[in-house]
């Protein structure tokens, strides 16, 4: 028997011996966010993309860019993704006008074509209070975008994210932690150029190609194992 995961802290929370022949892999990047044109000149935007839902707390990024535009008010921040139905939104929109950013938070809604949208961008702002694998933080680091991400609990972005290498990440439900990841971004755009660069290579691990490799070779493992076990 055998047993995929996506994240290291997926896999430790069963016991040992069932997960003696489990292995990780990650989701595969959809190939129109692979191999963008490089960016020359990034916009002054900061971006997120993830359905509008409690736990993806976007309260709390909103909360971060107040501080973030109190140093930098020439920069806005979109957010990409769908209304959960939960009241999320609604808190979103009155944080926003709490904190009197209306005209420079939007909320974007869905789009199917992000791949367009994004790239250009200043940085990418995940503020997930739990996560799995994050498919949008996943597309965004393989378009070579600067991240700053919540190091938050099931693993998922600091599975992709090593910390100050490839990413940033900062504690859960810190507005100030946060806002200071983007600040360092802004404000050291060599180093956020850098970031970017090396998040890009995620690719070379998370393509359609390496993540059906990876599935193959599990799963042949896992057979080649059983059939020794019936001899």
Same mark, same amino acid.
């Given at each position: ?12 929370? %069963? ?16 190939? *129109?966010?692979?191999?963008?044109? &490089? ?10 993309? !993830?359905?509008?839902?409690? %736990? ?9 860019? &107040? ?5 930098? /008010? ?7 993704? #769908?209304? &959960? ?25 869905? &789009? ?6 994004? /790239?250009?961008?200043?940085? %990418? ?5 739990? @996560?799995?694998? #994050?498919?949008?933080?996943? @597309? ?12 938050? /609990?099931?693993?998922? #972005? ?17 507005? @100030? ?11 050291? #755009?060599?180093?956020?150029? *850098?970031?970017?660069?090396? !998040? ?12 059906? @490799? ?18």
């Amino acid at each position: 028997d055998g047993a995929v995961f996506q994240t290291k802290d997926a896999e430790d929370y %069963f016991r040992k011996d069932l997960t003696c022949s489990s292995t990780i892999i990650l989701n595969p990047i959809t190939p *129109k966010y692979l191999g963008l044109p &490089s960016v020359k000149e990034r916009n002054k935007t900061i971006v997120n993309a !993830a359905r509008l839902v409690a %736990f993806k707390n976007q309260v709390l990024l909103v909360r971060a860019f &107040s501080i973030v535009h109190e140093k930098h /008010p020439d920069y806005d921040l979109k957010i990409y993704g #769908p209304d &959960s139905g939960d009241g999320t939104k609604e808190k979103i929109l009155q944080t926003i006008e709490e904190y009197h950013l209306e005209g420079v938070v939007h909320l974007m809604g869905n &789009s199917d074509a992000l791949e367009k949208e994004l /790239p250009q961008a200043a940085l %990418f702002a995940y503020s997930s209070d739990y @996560e799995g694998l #994050p498919n949008s933080l996943l @597309e965004a680091m393989a378009m070579g975008l600067p991240c700053v991400s919540t190091d938050c /609990p099931c693993g998922g #972005p600091r599975t992709l994210i090593q910390n100050g290498e490839n990413g940033l990440l900062v504690p859960v439900g810190d507005a @100030e932690a946060l806002a200071g990841g983007m600040l360092a971004l802004i404000e050291n #755009p060599e180093r956020a150029a *850098k970031l970017g660069r090396m !998040a890009a290579k995620i690719a070379e691990i998370a393509s359609t190609d390496r993540v059906f @490799e990876a599935w193959q070779d599990y799963l042949l493992r896992v057979m080649a194992g059983q059939r020794n076990e019936r001899r």
